[in-house]
Protein backbone atom coordinates (compact mmCIF):
# COMPACT_ATOMS: atom_id res chain seq x y z
CA UNK A 1 0.00 0.00 0.00
CA UNK A 2 2.56 2.69 0.88
CA UNK A 3 4.43 1.97 -2.05
CA UNK A 4 0.92 2.28 -4.14
CA UNK A 5 0.41 5.41 -2.42
CA UNK A 6 3.89 6.80 -3.20
CA UNK A 7 3.38 6.00 -6.57
CA UNK A 8 0.45 7.99 -6.36
CA UNK A 9 2.09 10.43 -5.41
CA UNK A 10 4.86 10.91 -7.58
CA UNK A 11 2.29 10.67 -10.81
CA UNK A 12 0.47 13.89 -8.91
CA UNK A 13 3.67 15.41 -8.91
CA UNK A 14 4.78 14.62 -12.46
CA UNK A 15 0.93 15.78 -13.55
CA UNK A 16 1.47 19.24 -11.79
CA UNK A 17 4.54 20.06 -12.97
CA UNK A 18 3.27 19.00 -16.10
CA UNK A 19 0.73 21.26 -16.07
CA UNK A 20 2.60 24.04 -14.59
CA UNK A 21 4.99 23.90 -17.17
CA UNK A 22 2.28 24.17 -19.89
CA UNK A 23 0.52 26.96 -18.93
CA UNK A 24 3.97 28.56 -18.47
CA UNK A 25 4.58 27.85 -22.06
CA UNK A 26 1.04 29.58 -22.78
CA UNK A 27 2.13 32.44 -20.78
CA UNK A 28 5.30 32.83 -22.57
CA UNK A 29 3.26 32.33 -25.93
CA UNK A 30 0.78 35.23 -24.95
CA UNK A 31 3.49 37.64 -23.61
CA UNK A 32 5.20 37.56 -27.04
CA UNK A 33 1.99 37.51 -28.92
CA UNK A 34 0.88 40.63 -27.23
CA UNK A 35 4.22 41.50 -27.61
CA UNK A 36 4.41 41.23 -31.56
CA UNK A 37 1.59 43.06 -32.40
CA UNK A 38 2.15 45.93 -29.46
CA UNK A 39 5.76 46.61 -31.47
CA UNK A 40 3.69 47.07 -34.66
CA UNK A 41 2.85 50.66 -33.17
CA UNK A 42 5.26 53.00 -33.05
CA UNK A 43 4.78 56.27 -31.87
CA UNK A 44 6.73 58.58 -34.38
CA UNK A 45 9.43 60.65 -32.85
CA UNK A 46 10.79 64.18 -34.30
CA UNK A 47 14.07 64.04 -36.50
CA UNK A 48 15.10 67.61 -37.02
CA UNK A 49 18.40 66.25 -38.94
CA UNK A 50 15.68 64.05 -41.28
CA UNK A 51 15.34 65.65 -44.38
CA UNK A 52 14.19 69.20 -42.39
CA UNK A 53 15.81 71.33 -44.93
CA UNK A 54 15.80 74.79 -45.14
CA UNK A 55 14.50 76.50 -48.53
CA UNK A 56 17.95 77.38 -49.16
CA UNK A 57 19.35 74.18 -48.69
CA UNK A 58 16.36 72.53 -51.03
CA UNK A 59 17.51 75.49 -53.77
CA UNK A 60 21.29 74.32 -53.69
CA UNK A 61 20.22 70.39 -53.66
CA UNK A 62 18.25 71.87 -56.94
CA UNK A 63 21.06 73.50 -58.70
CA UNK A 64 23.39 71.01 -58.25
CA UNK A 65 21.19 68.43 -59.79
CA UNK A 66 21.24 70.67 -62.73
CA UNK A 67 24.45 72.42 -62.87
CA UNK A 68 26.31 69.76 -61.35
CA UNK A 69 28.15 72.29 -59.03
CA UNK A 70 27.15 74.30 -56.06
CA UNK A 71 28.49 76.01 -53.09
CA UNK A 72 32.06 75.11 -52.10
CA UNK A 73 32.93 73.95 -55.31
CA UNK A 74 36.01 75.18 -56.18
CA UNK A 75 37.54 76.80 -59.47
CA UNK A 76 40.40 77.85 -61.11
CA UNK A 77 40.21 80.69 -63.73
CA UNK A 78 41.91 79.62 -66.71
CA UNK A 79 40.53 83.13 -68.85
CA UNK A 80 43.15 86.44 -68.59
CA UNK A 81 40.65 87.78 -66.17
CA UNK A 82 37.22 87.41 -64.88
CA UNK A 83 35.46 90.76 -63.99
CA UNK A 84 33.20 90.36 -60.89
CA UNK A 85 30.61 92.92 -59.82
CA UNK A 86 31.09 93.15 -55.99
CA UNK A 87 27.14 94.10 -55.01
CA UNK A 88 24.40 91.53 -55.76
CA UNK A 89 23.43 91.87 -59.11
CA UNK A 90 19.91 93.99 -58.47
CA UNK A 91 21.81 96.11 -56.29
CA UNK A 92 23.52 99.30 -57.07
CA UNK A 93 26.10 101.02 -57.68
CA UNK A 94 27.94 98.19 -59.36
CA UNK A 95 31.91 98.27 -58.28
CA UNK A 96 33.96 94.95 -59.64
CA UNK A 97 36.83 93.38 -58.75
CA UNK A 98 39.20 91.35 -61.15
CA UNK A 99 40.49 87.60 -60.74
CA UNK A 100 42.77 86.99 -62.82
CA UNK A 101 44.11 83.41 -65.25
CA UNK A 102 45.87 80.31 -62.24
CA UNK A 103 43.31 82.16 -59.45
CA UNK A 104 41.67 79.70 -57.07
CA UNK A 105 38.36 80.79 -56.43
CA UNK A 106 35.03 78.75 -54.83
CA UNK A 107 31.20 78.92 -55.49
CA UNK A 108 30.23 81.60 -52.49
CA UNK A 109 26.23 82.00 -53.74
CA UNK A 110 23.94 81.51 -56.47
CA UNK A 111 21.23 83.40 -57.59
CA UNK A 112 18.66 83.46 -60.23
CA UNK A 113 17.67 86.82 -62.06
CA UNK A 114 14.11 85.96 -64.33
CA UNK A 115 13.80 89.46 -65.67
CA UNK A 116 18.28 89.24 -67.02
CA UNK A 117 17.78 88.55 -70.82
CA UNK A 118 21.35 87.77 -71.14
CA UNK A 119 21.68 84.95 -68.33
CA UNK A 120 19.41 84.88 -65.54
CA UNK A 121 21.46 82.81 -63.22
CA UNK A 122 24.10 84.64 -61.47
CA UNK A 123 27.50 82.83 -59.42
CA UNK A 124 28.96 84.30 -56.55
CA UNK A 125 32.80 83.44 -56.39
CA UNK A 126 35.54 84.45 -54.21
CA UNK A 127 39.33 84.30 -54.38
CA UNK A 128 40.03 85.29 -50.65
CA UNK A 129 37.31 87.82 -48.48
CA UNK A 130 38.17 90.58 -49.45
CA UNK A 131 38.27 89.36 -53.64
CA UNK A 132 34.67 88.08 -54.24
CA UNK A 133 31.69 88.91 -56.30
CA UNK A 134 29.11 88.04 -58.58
CA UNK A 135 29.60 86.79 -62.25
CA UNK A 136 26.54 85.57 -65.14
CA UNK A 137 27.16 81.89 -65.08
CA UNK A 138 27.40 82.34 -68.81
CA UNK A 139 30.72 84.31 -68.72
CA UNK A 140 32.11 82.77 -66.01
CA UNK A 141 31.82 78.95 -67.18
CA UNK A 142 34.42 79.49 -70.06
CA UNK A 143 36.81 81.14 -68.20
CA UNK A 144 37.07 78.56 -65.28
CA UNK A 145 37.81 75.00 -65.24
CA UNK A 146 37.70 72.29 -61.58
CA UNK A 147 39.94 72.24 -59.39
CA UNK A 148 41.36 68.82 -60.24
CA UNK A 149 43.54 67.27 -62.41
CA UNK A 150 40.89 65.08 -64.57
CA UNK A 151 38.92 67.61 -65.37
CA UNK A 152 41.57 69.83 -66.68
CA UNK A 153 42.96 67.02 -68.82
CA UNK A 154 39.36 67.10 -70.27
CA UNK A 155 39.03 70.58 -70.83
CA UNK A 156 41.96 70.60 -72.43
CA UNK A 157 42.01 67.52 -74.67
CA UNK A 158 38.50 68.76 -75.61
CA UNK A 159 40.03 72.03 -76.93
CA UNK A 160 42.88 71.28 -79.05
CA UNK A 161 42.65 67.63 -79.70
CA UNK A 162 41.27 68.30 -83.32
CA UNK A 163 44.44 70.28 -84.09
CA UNK A 164 46.96 68.40 -82.32
CA UNK A 165 45.83 65.30 -84.28
CA UNK A 166 45.72 66.84 -87.48
CA UNK A 167 49.20 68.26 -86.95
CA UNK A 168 50.54 64.93 -85.77
CA UNK A 169 48.53 63.03 -89.00
CA UNK A 170 50.55 65.24 -91.63
CA UNK A 171 53.96 65.36 -89.97
CA UNK A 172 53.93 61.50 -89.85
CA UNK A 173 52.35 61.10 -93.48
CA UNK A 174 55.31 63.31 -94.52
CA UNK A 175 57.92 61.34 -93.14
CA UNK A 176 56.25 58.20 -94.22
CA UNK A 177 56.45 59.63 -97.82
CA UNK A 178 60.42 60.29 -97.56
CA UNK A 179 60.66 56.76 -95.92
CA UNK A 180 59.18 55.12 -98.70
CA UNK A 181 61.35 57.22 -100.97
CA UNK A 182 64.32 55.92 -99.69
CA UNK A 183 63.32 52.53 -98.30
CA UNK A 184 60.12 51.73 -100.40
CA UNK A 185 59.23 48.38 -97.87
CA UNK A 186 58.18 51.35 -94.64
CA UNK A 187 56.52 49.10 -91.96
CA UNK A 188 52.99 50.57 -90.51
CA UNK A 189 50.36 49.02 -88.89
CA UNK A 190 46.98 47.35 -91.11
CA UNK A 191 49.19 47.50 -94.44
CA UNK A 192 52.56 46.25 -93.33
CA UNK A 193 52.25 45.32 -89.85
CA UNK A 194 54.49 43.80 -87.72
CA UNK A 195 53.82 39.96 -85.95
CA UNK A 196 52.06 41.40 -83.71
CA UNK A 197 48.40 41.38 -82.15
CA UNK A 198 48.98 44.51 -79.87
CA UNK A 199 48.69 47.56 -82.56
CA UNK A 200 45.79 46.05 -83.96
CA UNK A 201 44.13 45.62 -80.91
CA UNK A 202 45.27 49.27 -79.50
CA UNK A 203 43.73 50.81 -83.21
CA UNK A 204 40.60 49.32 -82.75
CA UNK A 205 40.53 50.51 -78.65
CA UNK A 206 40.64 53.85 -79.40
CA UNK A 207 37.95 53.69 -82.46
CA UNK A 208 35.57 52.19 -80.27
CA UNK A 209 36.47 54.70 -77.11
CA UNK A 210 36.16 57.26 -79.89
CA UNK A 211 32.25 55.45 -80.77
CA UNK A 212 31.61 55.53 -77.72
CA UNK A 213 32.59 59.13 -76.87
CA UNK A 214 30.68 60.27 -78.82
CA UNK A 215 27.73 58.18 -78.25
CA UNK A 216 27.91 59.58 -74.45
CA UNK A 217 27.71 63.04 -76.03
CA UNK A 218 24.90 62.44 -78.60
CA UNK A 219 22.82 60.67 -75.70
CA UNK A 220 23.56 60.97 -72.48
CA UNK A 221 25.12 64.57 -72.62
CA UNK A 222 24.52 65.24 -68.51
CA UNK A 223 26.21 62.28 -67.70
CA UNK A 224 29.59 63.21 -69.17
CA UNK A 225 28.87 66.83 -67.69
CA UNK A 226 28.58 65.52 -64.52
CA UNK A 227 31.57 63.29 -64.71
CA UNK A 228 33.36 66.12 -66.18
CA UNK A 229 32.96 68.24 -62.58
CA UNK A 230 32.93 64.93 -60.41
CA UNK A 231 35.80 62.87 -62.17
CA UNK A 232 37.00 59.38 -60.73
CA UNK A 233 39.07 56.88 -62.56
CA UNK A 234 37.31 53.66 -60.86
CA UNK A 235 34.76 52.30 -63.67
CA UNK A 236 33.25 50.49 -60.99
CA UNK A 237 31.95 53.68 -59.20
CA UNK A 238 30.07 55.19 -62.27
CA UNK A 239 27.26 54.42 -64.54
CA UNK A 240 27.66 51.75 -66.82
CA UNK A 241 27.88 53.58 -69.95
CA UNK A 242 30.36 55.74 -68.47
CA UNK A 243 32.30 52.95 -66.73
CA UNK A 244 32.48 51.00 -70.04
CA UNK A 245 34.62 54.32 -71.79
CA UNK A 246 36.48 54.49 -68.87
CA UNK A 247 37.45 51.17 -69.10
CA UNK A 248 38.11 51.25 -72.26
CA UNK A 249 40.52 53.63 -71.69
CA UNK A 250 42.44 51.74 -69.41
CA UNK A 251 42.76 49.37 -71.98
CA UNK A 252 44.42 51.67 -74.40
CA UNK A 253 46.86 52.39 -71.61
CA UNK A 254 47.60 48.76 -70.91
CA UNK A 255 47.65 47.64 -74.87
CA UNK A 256 49.44 50.65 -75.24
CA UNK A 257 52.39 49.87 -73.21
CA UNK A 258 52.38 46.28 -74.52
CA UNK A 259 52.59 47.22 -78.03
CA UNK A 260 55.56 49.47 -77.62
CA UNK A 261 57.60 46.58 -75.98
CA UNK A 262 56.80 44.15 -78.20
CA UNK A 263 57.65 46.45 -81.04
CA UNK A 264 61.09 47.28 -79.62
CA UNK A 265 61.30 44.06 -79.42
CA UNK A 266 60.77 43.27 -83.42
CA UNK A 267 62.13 46.11 -84.77
CA UNK A 268 65.55 48.23 -85.03
CA UNK A 269 65.21 51.84 -82.63
CA UNK A 270 64.78 53.71 -86.10
CA UNK A 271 62.58 51.72 -87.07
CA UNK A 272 60.81 51.37 -83.55
CA UNK A 273 60.23 54.98 -83.27
CA UNK A 274 59.14 55.46 -87.37
CA UNK A 275 56.57 52.80 -86.74
CA UNK A 276 54.95 54.36 -83.21
CA UNK A 277 54.87 57.74 -85.14
CA UNK A 278 52.69 55.84 -87.59
CA UNK A 279 50.77 53.80 -85.18
CA UNK A 280 50.21 57.17 -83.21
CA UNK A 281 49.06 58.92 -86.96
CA UNK A 282 46.64 55.74 -87.42
CA UNK A 283 44.97 56.36 -83.95
CA UNK A 284 44.79 59.73 -84.41
CA UNK A 285 42.91 59.87 -87.37
CA UNK A 286 40.59 56.78 -86.12
CA UNK A 287 39.60 59.03 -82.53
CA UNK A 288 38.80 61.99 -85.05
CA UNK A 289 37.19 60.27 -87.85
CA UNK A 290 34.50 57.85 -85.35
CA UNK A 291 33.87 60.61 -82.91
CA UNK A 292 32.60 62.46 -85.99
CA UNK A 293 31.03 60.15 -87.85
CA UNK A 294 28.96 58.76 -84.61
CA UNK A 295 27.18 61.85 -84.14
CA UNK A 296 25.84 61.58 -87.21
CA UNK A 297 24.81 58.12 -87.01
CA UNK A 298 27.31 56.95 -89.76
CA UNK A 299 30.56 55.66 -87.13
CA UNK A 300 28.46 52.54 -86.33
CA UNK A 301 28.16 50.65 -89.40
CA UNK A 302 31.49 52.38 -90.27
CA UNK A 303 33.51 50.96 -86.63
CA UNK A 304 32.44 46.95 -87.55
CA UNK A 305 33.57 47.53 -90.98
CA UNK A 306 37.00 48.97 -90.00
CA UNK A 307 37.02 46.05 -87.22
CA UNK A 308 36.47 43.18 -89.75
CA UNK A 309 39.05 44.99 -92.17
CA UNK A 310 41.58 45.74 -89.38
CA UNK A 311 41.65 41.83 -88.59
CA UNK A 312 41.23 40.27 -92.42
CA UNK A 313 44.49 42.33 -92.89
CA UNK A 314 46.51 41.31 -89.62
CA UNK A 315 45.51 37.28 -89.88
CA UNK A 316 46.60 38.13 -93.72
CA UNK A 317 49.34 39.78 -94.06
CA UNK A 318 51.19 39.52 -90.08
CA UNK A 319 52.29 36.19 -89.73
CA UNK A 320 55.87 36.06 -90.15
CA UNK A 321 57.15 32.62 -92.41
CA UNK A 322 60.93 33.50 -91.76
CA UNK A 323 63.53 33.89 -88.35
CA UNK A 324 66.90 36.11 -89.04
CA UNK A 325 69.63 33.37 -88.71
CA UNK A 326 71.59 35.73 -87.05
CA UNK A 327 69.44 36.96 -84.55
CA UNK A 328 66.78 34.49 -84.18
CA UNK A 329 64.25 38.06 -85.25
CA UNK A 330 60.89 37.53 -87.22
CA UNK A 331 61.01 38.57 -90.54
CA UNK A 332 57.93 38.67 -92.70
CA UNK A 333 60.05 38.20 -96.29
CA UNK A 334 63.68 37.09 -96.90
CA UNK A 335 66.33 39.91 -96.89
CA UNK A 336 67.81 42.53 -94.56
CA UNK A 337 66.84 41.89 -90.75
CA UNK A 338 65.25 44.81 -89.36
CA UNK A 339 66.66 43.92 -86.28
CA UNK A 340 70.58 42.77 -86.26
CA UNK A 341 70.62 44.26 -90.09
CA UNK A 342 72.18 40.42 -91.32
CA UNK A 343 71.41 39.35 -94.62
CA UNK A 344 69.27 36.42 -95.16
CA UNK A 345 68.33 34.57 -98.28
Known sequence: MEEVDFEMKWCCKHVAAVSCRGRLLWVVALLAFV?????CYNQSSPTPDAWDLTKRQIDSISFSTTHHYSQNYNFVVKADSLRLVCQAPDELPFDSVTVYRGDYVVVADFMTMPGDTVDSVWVKIARDQITQGWIRER??????????????FIDTFSDVHLLLFMALAVVVGAAYGLLTLFRRNAMIVHFRDIDSLYPTVLALLVAAAATLYASIQLFEPESWRHFYYHPSLNPFALPPHLGV????VWAIVIVGIAAVEEIARQLSLADTLLYLCGLAAVCAIDYVVFSISTLYYIGYPLFVVYAIFALKRYYQNTHCRYICGNCGAKMLEKGICRHCGALNE
Open 35 to 39: GLFSS
Open 245 to 248: FLSL
Open 139 to 152: AMLPGVEPDNYISQ
